[in-house]
């Protein structure tokens, strides 16, 4: 399974980018998708995520400002991200959890991070 995100960028506070990740390969069935970022010196953390049913979760720090979406037919994840503040510059991660075949547990895969840079 390959994830390939893109859509990150250099943008003032208060601006918005759209991020996007396209899975492909193998894949019988996507348990979930989301988006991790890791700022310098910190640690990984869950930014959003889609279930299959299509419940979403949010950090508190995004809620309201961030929107996840999913297309199931094109195995594509989106990111909608407004009112970014600089405390949002990360490198931003595209995160699946998924199947490949019957009788196979889900693995987490990950693509290449894409960086999100919010100046003030």
């Known amino acids: 399974v390959q994830l390939q995100a893109s859509g990150g960028g250099l943008v003032q506070a208060g601006g918005s980018l759209s991020l996007s990740c396209v899975a492909s390969?193998?894949?019988?069935?996507?348990?979930?998708m989301g988006w991790y970022r890791q700022a310098p010196g910190k640690q990984r953390e869950l930014v959003a995520n889609?279930?299959?049913?299509?419940?979403?979760n949010y950090a508190d720090s995004v809620k309201g400002r961030f929107t996840i979406s999913r297309d199931n037919a094109k195995n594509t994840l989106y990111l909608q991200m407004n009112s970014l503040k600089p405390e949002d510059t990360a490198v931003y991660y595209c995160?699946?959890?998924?199947?490949?075949?019957?009788?196979?547990?889900?693995?987490?895969?990950w693509g290449k991070g894409t960086q999100v840079t919010v100046s003030s």
């Open positions: 390969g193998s894949i019988l069935v996507i348990n979930r």
């Open positions: 995160n699946t959890n998924a199947i490949r075949a019957w009788g196979d547990a889900g693995m987490d895969y």
């Open positions: 889609i279930l299959r049913g299509d419940r979403t």
